[in-house]
C-alpha cells in the first residue's frame, strides 16, 4: 500500500491533464498513488487519463456520472 494517496477529480479536464499528472509523477516523493476521478467527462478527459495510466502503475482510473468536485473527490477518498 502506497503511504499517500493523490486524488485528482477531472471533469472535462483534458487540455489541462497532461501538465497536472505529470506535475504529481515528477515530484522526488515516490511512495503514491494517483487516482484520477473522471466525473463524467464529456471531452478527452478519459482517454488522457487512460494513456498515463497504462504507463504508470502507480495511477489508477475512475470513471463516475457527473456529480461535482465533492462527489468525485469522496469518491477518490473511498477507495484510497
Known sequence: M???????PAY???AYLDAA????RAQTY???ELIVINDG????TPSV???HARQDPRIRVLHRPNGGISAARNEGLRVA
Open 41 to 44: 467527462s464529456t471531452d478527452d
Open 12 to 14: 472535462n479536464a483534458a
Open 30 to 32: 515516490t511512495d503514491f
Open 2 to 8: 502506497p503511504a499517500v494517496s493523490v486524488i485528482l
Open 49 to 51: 487519463a487512460a494513456a
Open 21 to 24: 499528472i505529470d506535475s504529481v
